[in-house]
């Protein structure tokens, strides 16, 4: 089983480590091939024969104006690759849009709101169309909001560096995932025998939700945060107050509100998560 892992940056290099370990040949690219990294690099304009000798494909590495730059740079070796069956694409939530708070699950149509989820979208149906014209099995994967160890990555760090506001809308909440549970996930749905479900299938695409068991506001990620640290929780700031000092960006995260369910890809998958809530993703982090 050989696998490319097509960005390896912080999802993509714990994807890159698990995928080892459960038996994979795992070469990852990047743009400075030079750099350390647990596994073997190549240059990312460089990466076609690896992409052609590949089993496995899974593209981590986000849209570009143009599109996804893995089909833009090696469209060519993805269709060339003689053993490739089975590829997944790390995308996003978002892609369902506002839902004012209701659930949606693996099988609601996506109805995106912003311009990037819209994109991410017209990405997803680029990788539907070359797995099916290739033959490949497709897992998208749509991706809540990532954290986990490493500077800046989880509400620890800002409870630590005395940044974080609580910031409180009644009824709206986040659905995350811990990145250890990102590559977990990943490299089961690899594992999985796909490719004759390909072949009947024009399309073969699955939609899986990489998301943890309880969405939350996010004020109560950092409380808990502090509880974990041992020190008073920030104070509350009501989201109309907050908004004023908040970027384009980080208003457009706040203007959709929905909760992600996971049931059907735990189901798919045959998986708990190691990390069921913020609560033990946290604790993790910590002790490490």
Known sequence: ?????????????????EAAAAGFAVTGTARDPSRAAAVPLVGFAEAGDAIRAATHLIVTAGPE???????????????????????????????????????????????????RSAHRLRVEEAWRAA?????????????????GPGP?????????RGTARRVVKPGHSFSRIHRDDIAFAVATAARQNRATAARQDRVGARVLHLVDDEPAPNADVLAEAARLLGVAPPPEVPFEEASAAMSPMGRSFWAENRRVANE????????????????????????G
């Not at 797995?131 to 954290?147: H, K, N, S, W």
């Not at 800046?152 to 630590?160: N, Y």
């Open 152 to 160: 800046g990555r989880s509400a620890l760090e800002d409870v630590r």
């Open 264 to 287: 059907a890809t735990k189901a798919a998958l045959g998986i708990a998560w190691r990390y069921p809530t913020y609560r033990e993703g946290l604790a993790q982090i910590l002790k």
């Open 131 to 147: 797995a099916a014209a290739r033959g490949a099995a497709l897992d998208l994967f749509r991706v809540g909001g990532i954290y």
């Open 1 to 17: 089983m050989r696998m490319v892992v097509a960005g390896l940056g912080y999802s993509g290099a714990a994807i890159a480590a």
């Open 65 to 115: 104006e143009a599109g996804c730059p893995v089909l833009l740079a090696h469209a060519a070796a993805i269709a060339q690759a003689p053993g490739l069956r089975w590829i997944g694409y790390l995308s996003t939530t978002g892609v369902y849009g506002d839902r004012g708070g209701a659930e949606v699950d693996e099988a609601t149509p996506p109805a995106p709101g912003q311009p």
